[in-house]
């Protein structure tokens, strides 16, 4: 069982950038994939980006690809987002998940288990 808290949510104008945070609780941090998903009001959940166990290997969904990194520090049990350049159309519920597996895709399936979100709003 994994426990996944994330932070780092928040209000900010269009151009600026934030950082989310997911801490991790119980079993070894760094034999999962971990990914982050997006949600916005009255849209299914997506794709964000992921990373494999070890940090080495990183996937992005096409809308963020050279504005957003993920990554991973497995000696804090802790994966970020750091988001630049951000949009209006980025606005929505962030979510961070974990893979029971080294390598993890943009399939919603892939992930086991499931933070509360954090909100990210972004004002034009």
């Known amino acids: 069982q994994v426990q996944l808290v994330e932070s780092g949510g928040g209000l900010v104008q269009a151009g600026g950038s934030l950082r989310l945070s997911c801490a991790a609780f119980?079993?070894?941090?760094?034999?999962?994939?971990m990914g982050w998903f997006r949600q916005a009001p009255g849209k299914e959940r997506e794709f964000v980006a992921a990373?494999?166990?070890?940090?080495?290997?990183?996937y992005y969904a096409e809308a963020v690809k050279g504005r957003f990194t993920i990554s991973r520090d497995n000696a804090k049990n802790t994966v970020y987002l750091q988001m630049n350049s951000l949009k209006p159309l980025d606005t929505a519920v962030y979510y961070c998940s974990a893979a029971s597996k080294r390598y993890s895709g943009s399939n919603y399936g892939e992930y086991d288990y499931w933070g509360q979100g954090t909100q990210v709003t972004v004002s034009s």
């Open positions: 990373i494999n166990w070890s940090g080495t290997s990183t």
């Open positions: 119980g079993r070894t941090f760094s034999s999962y994939a």
